[in-house]
């Protein structure tokens, strides 16, 4: 074999070696390209599934701030129908007594919140935000129960005894 066959042939069998490993380079990008493309699809998917929780929530904190505004609305009214003069002072009963409804009120107003951020944790990351921007702070759980007495009807009963 003359010279330049021998080189021709180690030419050749360079090329068909850099081939091989040109395609070998190709199927393995195409396999990592298969892979990324996958996990866009994936992602998509999570991403779909996400904003329609979102949309969700923000139409439950929608919701639930119309209920909010309609129960501060109630409590206005009736707060102002339970309103104590202020020159009463002598009536320690009536006193007593508004103050447990306030109290009461408080105690069911912080139940509503504090099961609200239970029920809906989805949700309790942006309440959590509206009521500390309002100084609002909820307890990690509920107020004791509502009292249906109060502390001055309870020691009068006991002193009529």
Not at 14 to 42: F, T
Not at 48 to 68: F, P, T, Y
Not at 84 to 102: G, I, K, S, T, Y
Request: charged letters at 30%; proline letters at 1%; hydrophobic letters at 35%.
């Amino acid at each position: 074999m003359c010279i330049r066959d021998r080189v021709s042939t180690q030419s050749t069998w360079g090329k068909r070696k850099e081939l091989a490993s040109a395609q070998k380079e190709y199927e393995e990008d195409s396999r990592r390209l298969g892979e990324i493309q996958n996990r866009v699809e994936l992602l998509k998917g999570q991403e779909r599934e996400l904003v329609g929780a979102l949309d969700k929530l923000d139409a439950e904190v929608e919701e639930q701030g119309a209920k909010m505004g309609r129960a501060q609305t109630t409590l206005g009214t009736k707060a102002r129908q339970f309103r104590v003069n202020v020159d009463d002072l002598a009536n320690a009963h009536a006193l007593q007594l508004a103050h447990d409804v306030e109290v009461n009120k408080n105690k069911t107003l912080m139940s509503a919140l504090q099961l609200l951020l239970t029920e809906f944790p989805d949700a309790s990351g942006a309440l959590e935000a509206i009521l500390s921007e309002n100084d609002v702070r909820v307890a990690s759980k509920a107020p004791s129960s509502i009292d249906v007495q109060s502390v001055v009807s309870r020691t009068s009963q006991r002193s009529n005894r």
